[in-house]
């Protein structure tokens, strides 16, 4: 039987939470500044699933750096596929909601994570 395919859904942590039913994953590093705990209704925060303080800083949202971010982020991300199951497991049938701290809705971890885990999907589980 095949695997199915995680329904993945990305949202800034600063926009107002959408009024769903998303196991809903914080994965940042850092706590988005200003937010308080109780106001992102979080199911979990895994900060090990986001890029490394190295790789954060080095990219530092610049998007000239995009594409290598990306494959620095992706080799990362290899290591850490035992996390990544076990949250989908953990989500069950639920769609999945990353959210993100960055102001920029087109270059962010979150993007890449969700990315990797659908080139990945067949693996995981």
């Known amino acids: 039987m095949a695997k199915r395919q995680p329904e993945i859904r990305i949202a800034r942590a600063y926009n107002p939470p959408p009024a769903d039913d998303c196991y809903r994953v914080l994965v940042d590093r850092l706590w ?5 705990k109780e106001n992102l209704n979080l199911d979990r925060w895994m900060k090990d699933l986001a890029p490394s303080t190295d790789l954060r ?8 750096r995009w594409d290598q971010f990306r494959k620095r982020y992706f080799k990362e991300l290899d290591a850490l596929s035992d996390s990544v ?6 989500a069950g049938e639920r769609p999945i909601l990353f959210l993100y701290g960055a102001r920029d809705e087109q270059h962010n971890q979150a993007i890449v994570l969700k990315e990797w885990i659908e080139k990945h999907a067949e693996a995981l589980k």
């Open 57 to 64: 800083r080095w990219f530092n949202h610049d998007p000239q």
């Open 32 to 36: 988005p500044r200003g937010i308080k």
């Open 85 to 90: 199951s076990e949250m989908l497991n953990t």
